[in-house]
Structure formats: C-alpha cells, structure tokens
C-alpha cells in the first residue's frame, strides 16, 4: 500500500521509499524514514497536493511523490 | 580558511578595539523565529543586500553582547539541510563551508531550532555541528512547547552536546540576556559531537575526506563536512555549487558509488537515518512529553491551527476565503497605494516647481525638471505599491497562509508545469509587474521562478488601464460607452494576458526551461499571530533594495527616453514644428513605420509605441502631443476631447486612422508587448544579467507582433 491510498485521518507506519530521486533526499532528510510514523492530515480541495502530520510538524507532498511511499497501515483505530 | 582572515566584506568595529570584530552566523530551519531573533538582536542595525550573483537576501547585522562589545552577525537563509536543494540553502551552506569571498567565514555559529519541533530542527544542528566550530543553540519558541505538554531539558541538551542551549521566547524577548550572556564568552567549548558514521560508509568519508584536503584545499573538518554531504544527497555538482571537485575527488566517490549500487547499499538513506538515530537518542534523553509529537498533536496551538486549515482548505470556504484575501490584497494594491502615489506626484510637482524657479530656462533646466527629476518620480511612484504588497506578502507569510494558499493552488499551477508558489507574483502583477517579479523570489527552484518571472508582465497592470479606457473610447466613438461594452473589452483584454502567461509558463516548462515537475514538498507551519514589527522591517528592505538598484536603471533610462524625446531641437526657421515629430523619437517613430505598417499602425502610433517604455499610460499623454490636444486637469474630459482627436485623425490618404480594428489591435499590442524599462531594469537585476530581460523583451513584443498582425490582416481581410 502506498501513501497515496491512505484515508483521511489514517495512520501508517513508512516502510520503504525509492533511493533516488531529488524528492526522496529531502523527504529523507525532513525525517520520513522506515520506520517513521505518519498521518495523512487532510487532501488539498483540487484532489492534489496531499498534507501529512510527521514528527510533530505537517508537511505537504504530491500525489505522484506519495504514490512512491510504501507504507503499513495502521490498524483503524477505534 | 582561516576563521581570522580580515575581509572587506565585515563592516569595520564600531569599538576603537583593535581585534577584529567576530564574526557570528545565524541559522535555523525556516519557520523558526530566525528573523524575529536577528532583529532582537541587531536593531536597526542591520545592512540588507543581495549576495552577488544569486538573488538571495543577504543581512548583515551588529549586535552587542551582554558584555557590550560588538559582533558581526550575519542572518543566513533559512535551511532544512546543507545538502542545498534552493538557492537560499546553497548561499547557507556556502558561507557556512567558508566556500564565498564575499562573505567572512563565521567564527561562531547560532543555531535556532523551533522548540516544539525540535526533531526535525536538529538534523541540520547535527549537520552544522560536523563542522567542529563553537555553536550556541538557541531554542525557541519554549512557551509553545510547554503549551503542547512538552518539557525540553535545555540543561541536559547542552550537556549532551557540549555547547551552551538557551531557551528563548524571541517574540517576547525572552531569553535573549542569556543568549547576550553566552555570546560574551571568550572561550565557547567546541561541541562533543561523536556520532557513528554507519560502518558501510565510515571508509568512503575517511577516503573523500582525505582527498578533499590534499586535492581541493579544504580544511580538515571543512572536508568531512563536504564528504558527508556528498554521500547525502545524489548529485555532486549541486552539492560543490559553484565550486567543482577535483577529479580525484569526483573519481572516488564514483567508485564507491558504483560498488554500492552493486549491492544495493542505500548510502543516503543510511547517513541520514544515522543521524535521526543520535537525534533521536537525544530527543528521548532531553524531551519528556509523549513521543513523536502526538503530545502537540492534542495541543491547543495545533488544534486552533487545525480547526483554522479546515475552514481555510474547505473545498467552499477554503476557496472564499482566499478570494476574500486575494481580493483584499489587489484592492490594497490597485486602489489604496493610488493616494499615497497622489501625494509623490504632488510632491515632486512642489519640488520641480522650486527647483524650476532656481535654474534658469535652458537646457539645463529641461534636463533637471523634465530629464532627472521625472525619473526620480518614474522610481518612487511604484514604492507604495511595493510595499503595499510586501506587508500584505509578509503578514501572510508570517501568520501561516501564504503556505495554505499555495497548497490550495497547487494543483492548478501544476497544470502549467509550475506549482503553488508562482501563484501570489503572478497574481500581484495584475496591479504592476514589479512587485510581481520580486515577490517570485519565495518561489525556490530557479527555473521555476524565472518562468514566472518571464511571464508575469502579461498579466494586465494599473498602466495598461488608461491606454485601455482610451482605446475602447475611440472604439465606439460615442460620448457614452456602453457598460457592457467596456466592461467586456476590459475582460476580453485580461482574459488574452492571463491567456498569454499560463501558456508561455506551459511552453517554456517544455522547452527552453525544462524540468522536472517542480515539488510540493512544503512545510504548513502553525498559524501564528503575525509579528508587525518584523513584516514592516522586511517591506522596509525590500522597497530599499528595490530603489537601490532598480532605481538607478530606470533613473538612467528614463533620462535617455527624455533625450530621444527632446533632441534634436527644431531648426530655428521653423518655430512651428512639432518638436516632438523632429525628436529622436519622432524619427524612430518613422523608422518604425514599415515595422508596424501590417499592424496597421503608422509614425506616430510608433511614437506612442516608443515613448511607452517609460511607462505604459505615457501613451495617452503621448497623443496629446502629437495630436496637439490641450491636457486639463479633468481626467475624463481630457480623455473625451483626446478621444474625438483621435477619431478625427486620418492618413495622408484621408482614411480614418483609428479605425475600431486598429483600436483593437492597439489593446492587444498592449496586453503582449513589453513596453516598460522599469519592468526590464527589475528582471535584469532579478536574474543577475541582460540575458532574460532581452530575451523577455523579445519574445513578448515578437508575440504582440504576430497576434497584431494576424488579427489586422484577417480583419482587413474581412472587410474591416
């Protein structure tokens, strides 16, 4: 599963993302890591970009970046 | 690299002291308080320019420590990371790799990191303490932190690193004795900053550490700092910048590369994972409070903020709200700035009166009054509007909005190649394209900022209304224009501008400017009450910037369009010539004349056309002239009685001159053409050089060509 196809409101556990790429340094280094967990806040009215909540701060991305991230949901909580 | 070399660029000690001033730098993420804690620091004393060469700002300020003695500070752009991705990270981690002669290498370092968001911040701490100077760390924003149900433990962060933390509240001032305390110290301790480099890459830094010092002349912790740079992000040249690596270098870190990619070690992805580990280790040491931020998660300041961004972003309100704002802004700009450009036209008026009466009649005289002080004028009339838009751009900038405004806009700039960010510069350049182009210095990546610098003079501004209203007027000709009439005209005249910029962003996104689609990688800060004093220091240095070097431009080429226009005088037999046909102008107006001939315009549209430069609406008044019409200070009478001259204008062969297709096609020069030097002297400072305002220049006169001719010929052709 991919960020992109995460629910508004979910969390998820980043598993892998790809080693290349200018996006994937600085996403890297904004400290979304295997391992990190992340919240997809909300989605930008027009469908794109996406707004996430990681380590305490919110940060936007692209849906075609997000399509990248692999992920483990979290089990929906209660 | 010698921290004590002497540089011209440090402003002298204001102190008798004969040591040199130490030189301090301040860095921190952007969002921090960086700028609130420069201008606590300095005052006014601060001296703003540019670095040459890149358009970024460069501050530089004296503060005093607690101890008063004097220290050069030097407020540098605000990084995520030394593995520069902007041209704003790259000038921060050129001075801080003592890579530019421009600037003094800093002796000491201040770094501030947002205390409620601490993790993030200390990665580029962890960074800029590799480089093994002495670093004060300053944490701000302690009261927001504490409101989020976090404790950060200053005491045991500075013991854990080995350098003083200083808790601060910079909006309040709090903290900044302590800081001014830890800056009098004459013997800052170096950071203990032991960090494990993972063991796959310990050899590749020890081996491209040592061959930076021996082939590239880096000091030795200058060279770890570089090789750990190197093997973070995936492109060497962006990270040397403008200073390449030897081929040895450049060799050794192939060869490591390649063996990697044999078997499939994620170098990057471990050196910084490495680094978050020791933050981390840290953050749980240091921070008491639930873990990863879910503490301030709950906290009011986000929950504000969060119940603020769901109306904001709201697929109706959201869109409502950034109208309402957009809207605000344009008023602010189109109507506000008009009384206060009333008072400097009033107030040059007065002084060229004062000065008239000092100089005797002469040449001399029209040089000062009509050459000099109209360019003068020619320059401070557009500072209102600057810094109208400036105070609207920094009090959303600083409240949060400006990052919500160009999430929401994403998706349709990204239509054109371009994301959120262009969105504001070209949107402001409906009111004057000066404002426009400075304000696209938030947009970060080069090519995307000067695609929109390149296309933001299309948007119609304030100076194509009155040719606008005067066309349309001679268009139909009657005393009463009908609403609908001018109203759609204006529309159609706007849509063909907006029209024109959208596509050429698209066009040059395909060609000459090619690029990757650009990122939307963007922090949303919290929504914060907006400092006043900060957003006001910062219009300040930008309209400043902007009539230091832009006005010198536009000065001097507002005296040569005064020349070209006056000279040479009129023989003396013949008192009666129009002084303006006998002009430099009036020749070139009919130099022009076969260039402009399809468009269906003659010599003294050419005239018109020419005397533009200086700005737009000097078009009207340009007429006037030439169709010896009397200007009274009754704006609209002057326009009707202009009007019905130029209706009653014809050609040598007695056709009518301004027909209602050469009208049109007048307009829609207007909408393409770039006919402004103040426009041109601010891209050419804007991009660093003659390149693109030339090239701007003419690409958009070549498209006002073409759609001019294509739309007179086919008209012609139609029988009109």
């Known amino acids: 599963m991919t960020l992109a196809q995460l629910t508004v409101g979910a969390s998820a556990t980043l598993k892998a993302y790809p080693q290349a790429g200018p996006a994937f340094t600085r996403l890297r280094e904004m400290g979304l890591l295997p391992g990190t967990r992340i919240t997809l806040v909300r989605i930008a009215p027009l469908g794109d970009p996406l707004e996430i909540q990681v380590r305490g701060y919110r940060l936007s991305l692209r849906k075609t970046e997000a399509a990248l991230v692999e992920i483990t949901p979290e089990p929906a909580t209660p | 690299m010698n921290p004590s070399t002497p540089s011209a660029a440090v402003p002298p000690a204001p102190s008798a002291s004969p040591a040199r001033t130490p030189v301090y730098a301040l860095v921190g993420n952007p969002n921090c308080g960086k700028s609130t804690l420069f201008n606590a620091l300095t005052g006014l004393k601060q001296k703003v320019g540019n670095y040459p060469g890149v358009t970024v700002e460069r501050k530089v300020g004296t503060a005093y420590t607690q101890h008063g003695q004097p220290l050069t500070l030097i407020d540098l752009p605000g990084a995520y990371s030394l593995a520069a991705r902007s041209p704003d990270e790259a000038v921060t981690r050129d001075v801080l790799l003592g890579r530019r002669t421009d600037t003094p290498t800093p002796d000491r370092i201040i770094c501030i990191a947002d205390a409620t968001n601490l993790e993030r911040n200390l990665y580029l701490v962890h960074q800029i303490l590799d480089l093994g100077r002495p670093v004060v760390l300053v944490l701000n924003m302690m009261d927001l932190a504490a409101q989020a149900g976090l404790t950060v433990h200053a005491d045991r962060l500075s013991r854990e690193l080995g350098i003083p ?126 873990a990863d931020g879910s503490a301030y998660l709950g906290s009011s300041a986000l929950q504000t903020s969060d119940r603020i961004d769901a109306v904001v972003t709201h697929p109706v309100w959201g869109w409502a709200i950034f109208a309402a704002i957009m809207a605000t802004m344009f008023f602010g700009i189109f109507t506000l700035a008009s009384i206060p450009m009333g008072w400097i036209e009033s107030l040059v008026a007065t002084f060229s009166d004062h000065v008239s009466a000092l100089i005797p009649p002469g040449e001399f005289h029209d040089l000062v009054i009509d050459g000099a002080l109209a360019g003068v004028e020619g320059v401070i009339i557009f500072l209102p509007q600057i810094l109208i838009l400036f105070f609207f751009i920094g009090l959303l900038e600083s409240t949060g909005y400006m990052a919500r405004a160009a999430f929401i806009m994403d998706r349709v700039m990204s239509r054109v190649g371009l994301n959120g960010k262009s969105f504001i510069p070209l949107l402001s350049s409906y009111a004057c394209a000066i404002p426009g182009i400075m304000a696209a210095r938030t947009i970060e990546e080069p090519k995307d900022r000067l695609v929109t610098i390149l296309v933001a003079p299309f948007m119609s501004c304030s100076a194509r209304l009155p040719v606008y209203l005067l066309l349309i007027a001679a268009l139909v000709g009657a005393n009463e224009v009908p609403v609908g009439t001018q109203v759609g005209l204006m529309l ?116 018109g056309l020419i005397q533009s ?108």
């Open chain 2, 165 to 290: 933390v200083i808790p601060c509240e910079a909006a309040r001032g709090k903290g900044l004795i302590e800081l001014k305390l830890a800056l009098s110290r004459p013997d800052l301790p170096l950071p203990r900053h032991a960090w494990a480099v993972p063991t796959a890459l310990a050899p590749a830094v020890a081996e491209l550490q040592a061959s930076l010092m021996a082939n590239d002349a880096k000091a030795p912790l200058v060279a770890r700092a570089e090789a750990l740079l190197l093997l973070t992000d995936n492109d060497p040249v962006r990270v040397a910048g403008s200073t390449a690596h030897s081929a040895a270098t450049t060799q050794i870190l192939e060869t490591w590369k390649k063996r990697w990619a044999a078997d499939a070690t994620d170098w990057s992805g471990a050196l910084v994972a490495a680094r978050y580990d020791v933050i981390g280790r840290l953050a749980q040491q240091t921070i008491t409070g639930p």
């Open chain 2, 613 to 720: 430069f200086a700005a737009r609406e000097v078009f009207n008044s340009s007429m006037s002239v030439i169709f010896a019409v009397e200007e009274s200070d009754d704006e609209a009478a002057s326009r009707a009685q202009l009007r019905d001259a130029l209706h009653a204008a014809t050609r040598p062969d007695g056709t009518a001159l301004f027909t209602p297709l050469v009208c049109l096609n007048l307009m829609v020069f207007y909408v393409f053409a770039m006919q402004c030097i103040s426009t041109i002297a601010v891209v050419k400072r804007e991009t660093g050089g003659w390149k693109w305002p030339l090239f701007q220049l003419g690409y958009m006169t070549g498209t006002a060509w073409l759609a001019c001719f294509v739309i007179y010929q086919a008209g012609r052709a139609l029988g009109f």
């Open chain 2, 492 to 607: 159609l005249m706007y849509a063909l501008g907006t029209g024109g910029a959208f596509f050429f962003a698209w066009l040059f996104k395909k060609t000459l400017l090619r690029g990757a689609p650009p990122l939307m990688i963007m922090e949303l800060p919290p929504y914060r009450l907006p400092r006043v004093r900060d957003v006001l220091y910062q219009m300040a240095e930008r309209g400043w910037i902007f009539v230091k070097r832009a006005g010198t431009v536009i000065l001097a080429l507002s005296v040569v369009l005064w020349f070209l226009a006056n000279y040479p005088k009129p023989p003396a037999d013949q008192p009666d010539a129009d002084p303006l046909a006998h002009s430099y102008a009036g020749k070139a107006g009919h130099i022009l004349e076969p260039v402009i001939a399809p468009l269906g315009f003659d010599w003294r549209i050419g005239i």
